[in-house]
């Protein structure tokens, strides 16, 4: 163990991430040279019902895991985000809308606190270490699972809480149609999944004409059996590089970027 690390033999400079879910609670600390997570990440499942006091709960859980206190925790929420405080909560109990998350976890953590949209922050990680890194022109990147999460990029420029899973979609929200949970519910066939998720792109290409297409969640890593299956795309569409992994980290980078702007 090198001097600048404590007893998990993690880097003091580390922060950590927690990606909030609306089936699970995941995070880890976070290595920000490398874009990977330091540790092996702990998860718990999302309660139900998906109270603010509850999942508060289960955060908890998953930071005293690593026995990391005082330092900088990044946090994901599935649901529009402003200043720390949750604005909607599609996937997660309606008592959400309205709560200080940032404010009521710092106090029970003890230590800087920092929030962000869920999928905005697996976006931030794809541009900044994985698919998207480089890319010019408009990004966006898609998180399939219990609905749809979205980060529009242009040239690297995040637009925040941009929630394009809540289009409509054959008279349906988008997310209802062509998300994995809506996959599982439905018992759909790879094959059919595709053409929902296919017909959610070219509706996206018609609205924003972009570059690239970059789809995530735990998904991703599955994603022989239905990215050969979709045609018609303009755009470039790749699997997430940093897969289900990619919220933790970009939750450690939104830390460790409030931690430079108050300093």
Not at 20 to 30: E, L, T
Not at 77 to 88: E, H, S
Not at 109 to 117: A, E, F, G, R, S
């Amino acid at each position: 163990m090198t001097q600048d690390q404590g007893a998990t033999g993690v880097s003091a400079a580390t922060v950590f991430g927690i990606d909030i879910g609306g089936s699970g609670i995941k995070g880890a600390p976070v290595d920000l040279d490398r874009g990977e997570l330091a540790e092996e990440r702990h998860k718990v499942l999302t309660p139900h019902p998906s109270t603010p006091e509850a999942v508060l709960d289960g955060v908890v859980e998953v930071v005293r895991h690593f026995d990391w206190s005082g330092r900088p925790v990044g946090v994901t929420f599935p649901g529009v985000v402003k200043n720390g405080v949750t604005l909607t909560a599609a996937n997660v109990d309606k008592s959400w809308i309205g709560t200080d998350l940032a404010s009521q976890l710092g106090e029970r953590l003890d230590c800087p606190v920092t929030v962000l949209n869920d999928a905005d922050a697996a976006g931030v990680a794809e541009v900044a270490f994985g698919a998207a890194r480089g890319v010019k022109g408009t990004v966006i990147v898609l998180t399939l699972g219990t609905g749809i999460g979205s980060a529009v990029f242009t040239d690297g420029h995040l637009l925040t809480n941009t929630e394009l899973g809540h289009l409509e979609l054959d008279g349906h929200e988008a997310e209802k149609r062509a998300s994995t949970k809506a996959k599982d519910d439905h018992e759909l066939s790879w094959s059919h999944w595709a053409r929902r998720v296919q017909k959610y792109l070219h509706h996206l290409e018609m609205l924003f004409s972009p570059e690239l297409f970059v789809l995530g969640g735990g998904v991703s890593r599955k994603a022989e059996k239905f990215l050969p299956l979709i045609e018609g795309v303009r755009a470039e569409i790749v699997p997430a590089q940093l897969q289900n992994n990619a919220g933790i980290v970009g939750a450690g980078m939104a830390a460790a970027a409030a931690g430079d702007d108050a300093g």
